[in-house]
């Protein structure tokens, strides 16, 4: 596709389940970055990759997040035993080089836990 | 902690007047200072950035002013258009390339 795709664009969690959120890049982009934004409020750095290697997961508010990229591609953001403080977009963007310039951002994975 | 803060947080402005956005920021590692445009349901748009050895960038209707000494930049919107109507965030980075978002400014034109 011609942009960053994310999937499901909403999702609906029973507070204890687990989810996965998937981002498929731009074909060609080096560069992938994880956000979390909630409601009103501006994007907050959670992981980003280059490639398939994990450099920075600093922003992962807690080990119940985990985001994988194995094939230096696609990349899944899995969230364990969610909680309400869990729902926000989760935001994935993609940069054609590395160090990433311009980021291109999906629409995001909106996830509701009640 | 939000690393930079923004305001107002929200502004209505006429078609034809200037909206006019402000962020600070303490971190002076901070080196890349990009706006991005967010429409509802829509992720964030690149509008336009600036580094610090400039003071002030000109794309268009938007102009990115920057004060080093302050640790202050603004965006200016010139001739603002009804399709405007969007939430700004500025943001910030150093070499680690994690960008650091300000809490946004709903910009609404009246026709």
């Known amino acids: 596709g011609a942009g960053v795709s994310q999937s499901p664009r909403y999702k609906v969690a029973k507070r204890g389940q687990d989810v996965a959120l998937r981002c498929d890049p731009i074909s060609g982009h080096v560069s992938l970055f994880w956000y979390q934004q909630a409601l009103g409020q501006g994007p907050e750095f959670l992981t980003y990759?280059?490639?398939?290697?994990?450099?920075?997961k600093s922003g992962l508010p807690s080990d119940r997040f985990f985001a994988e990229r194995p094939e230096g591609s696609v990349s899944t953001l899995k969230i364990q035993r969610t909680q309400q403080e869990d729902s926000a977009v989760y935001l994935c963007a993609s940069s054609p080089v590395w160090p990433p310039g311009e980021l291109f951002f999906g629409e995001g994975s909106r996830l509701t836990v009640l | 902690q939000q690393q930079v803060k923004q305001s107002p947080q929200s502004l209505i402005v006429q078609k034809g007047g200037i909206s006019i956005i402000n962020c600070a920021y303490e971190?002076?590692?901070?080196?890349?200072f990009p706006w991005y445009q967010q429409f509802p349901g829509k992720g964030p748009a690149l509008l336009i950035a600036?580094?610090?050895?400039?003071s002030e960038k000109k794309e268009g209707r938007f102009t990115i002013s920057f004060n080093k000494s302050a640790k202050q930049f603004s965006l200016h919107i010139m001739d603002s258009q009804p399709g405007d109507s969007a939430t700004y965030f500025c943001?910030?980075?150093?070499?680690?390339?994690?960008?650091?978002f300000g809490a946004g400014t709903t910009v609404t034109v009246r026709a």
């Open positions: 600036i580094r610090p050895d400039v």
């Open positions: 971190n002076t590692a901070f080196d890349y």
């Open positions: 990759f280059q490639n398939e290697a994990q450099l920075d």
């Open positions: 943001a910030a980075s150093s070499n680690d390339y994690k960008l650091s």
